[in-house]
Nanobody
Framework: VQLQASGGGLVHPGGSLRLSCTAS????????MGWYRQAPGKQRELVAV???????GYKDSVKGRFTISGDVAKNTVYLQMNSLKPEDTAVYYC??????????WGQGTLVTVSS
């Protein structure tokens, strides 16, 4: 199973980016997909998650600015990021969990928020 993430880049503070992630390979059914991020010198942290029934959850600091969407059953997830701040700068990783609780990770996409 491979998770392919894309959409990162350089953006000014207040700008927007949209991350995409699609899974391929011998996929056993996913029941959750999400996005994590890791800033330099910091631990990887959960940013947003969506389950196969459409429920979502967010890190407090991104609520109201980021929106996760997609179709877990179709192995696709997006992260719309608005009002970006310098502290959002990080490598963003796509993540998926299947019904056997096996966890999969994408390769990461760099988001840099800077003036």
């Amino acid at each position: 199973v491979q998770l392919q993430a894309s959409g990162g880049g350089l953006v000014h503070p207040g700008g927007s980016l949209r991350l995409s992630c699609t899974a391929s390979g011998n996929i056993f059914s996913f029941n959750r997909m999400g996005w994590y991020r890791q800033a330099p010198g910091k631990q990887r942290e959960l940013v947003a998650v969506i389950t196969n029934d459409g429920s979502t959850g967010y890190k407090d600091s991104v609520k109201g600015r980021f929106t996760i969407s997609g179709d877990v059953a179709k192995n696709t997830v997006y992260l719309q990021m608005n009002s970006l701040k310098p502290e959002d700068t990080a490598v963003y990783y796509c993540n998926a969990r299947d019904v056997s609780s096996v966890i999969y990770w994408g390769q990461g996409t760099l988001v840099t928020v800077s003036s």
